[in-house]
């Protein structure tokens, strides 16, 4: 399970993918806030976009990125005052342009939810008989009454465990992290009550950093959100029931910062390797330009990580951008190489370990 801000490279990503690989992929899209935009004027005045912009087209969009699978859709990153022109909810609208497009969604919540949103979900469960998606945090997850909380959600959804789906999301991890939670987790998970039943159970985390504004020059950013996942599903005393995995693919598992898009930033590519993330970056983008991707591209083809030409899409357009064949490019485009690569990546290591 990726969970993606539903940009789009991260959607162009998944129309990239093999039949046989969107398959086993169910991503969560998560509604991201409205962002500053520049004003088309003279004075290059600043804006802020309105939800309408943000999801233009959504139906389209969700049909191209999954034409023949499902997917989870969740606004916890809005806040209750958001809301359409119309009134309406944002998470319903998105609901209703999936369905006018064939597009097969399920909504996400968690126990934490405004009552607007919740009747949201419950008004989605009811019409579209798909169930629902039950998200819990890190703080959730190890609060005082767990159990409570996802009985409650439950009834708020009009939805049952063998309807639901939960989610176990730990947000971001670091290295640090992972042996604490090694330790701690498959007690907790194991404590659930009607744990079997749920319809399925993931667990998810994001490793890869927020910002890598501080990343100079090629970087191994270790995949600890991997390592987590490997660990409690390899356990000599195995887990009541192995999770799937989930992770937030190459972007932070935190929301970017309000004003990260009104910098033009530095080239980079990220690249998932068995471990570790390989990030390589250049100069400033406004001076330099994006000519610097394909020598980027070039340094990444010649590095032992490299999975060659025909591991991805992602890694096809590497390859021809580092020999001329392909253009540049623009971060969007590098976003769908990188996240078209790690999703590869990540279902060969399931494959490898003999799991979904």
């Known amino acids: 399970m990726p969970i993606l801000k539903f940009m789009q490279g991260e959607r162009d990503a998944l129309a990239q993918l093999e039949t046989a690989q969107r398959q086993r992929v169910t991503p969560l899209f998560e509604i991201r806030p409205p962002k500053p935009k520049r004003a088309k004027d003279r004075k290059k005045t600043l804006r802020m976009e309105t939800l309408e912009e943000l999801l233009a087209k959504a139906g389209p969009h969700l049909a191209k990125a999954i034409p023949d699978g499902r997917a989870f859709i969740d606004g916890l990153h809005l806040t209750p005052a958001q809301t359409m022109p119309s009134g309406e909810h944002p998470l319903a609208y998105v609901l209703a342009k999936a369905r ?3 597009v097969a969604l399920v909504p996400v919540t968690g126990p934490e ?4 949103y919740l009747s949201t979900v419950r008004a989605a469960v009811e019409e579209d008989k798909r169930g629902v998606c039950i998200r819990v945090r890190k703080n959730e997850l190890f609060g005082d009454d767990l159990d409570e909380a ?13 309807s639901a789906d939960l989610v176990l999301d730990l947000g971001p991890i670091a290295p640090d992290d992972v042996s604490v939670l090694s330790k701690s987790l498959p007690g907790v998970i194991g404590g659930i009550d009607g744990l079997m039943t749920y319809r399925t159970l993931t667990v998810a985390a994001g490793a890869f950093p927020r910002s890598i504004s501080d990343i100079k020059r090629p970087t191994k950013v270790q995949r600890a959100d991997w390592l987590l996942w490997r660990i409690l599903a390899g356990k000599e005393k195995p887990l009541v029931r192995v999770p799937t995995y989930g992770d937030y693919a190459i972007q932070g598992a935190q929301p970017p910062s309000t004003d990260a898009a009104l910098h033009s930033g530095s080239p980079n590519i990220r690249y998932t390797a068995d471990d570790h993330w390989l990030v390589v ?19 990444l083809v010649e590095q032992e990580c490299y999975a060659g030409r025909t591991f991805s899409q992602g890694d096809g357009y590497i390859f021809g951008c580092a020999g001329g064949a392909e253009t540049p490019g623009n971060p969007a485009v590098w976003r769908r190489v990188g996240t078209n ?13 003999h799991v979904p």
Do not use: C, F
């Open 100 to 102: 006018e497009s064939g």
């Open 113 to 116: 939810r405004d009552s607007e």
């Open 150 to 162: 996802l009985a409650s959600t439950l009834r708020k959804a009009g939805a049952t465990r063998e």
């Open 281 to 299: 970056r250049g100069g400033a983008l406004k001076r330099l330009g994006h000519e610097q991707y394909a020598a980027l591209a070039q340094y």
């Open 341 to 353: 690569h790690h999703i590869a990546k990540v279902l060969k290591q399931l494959t490898s370990l």
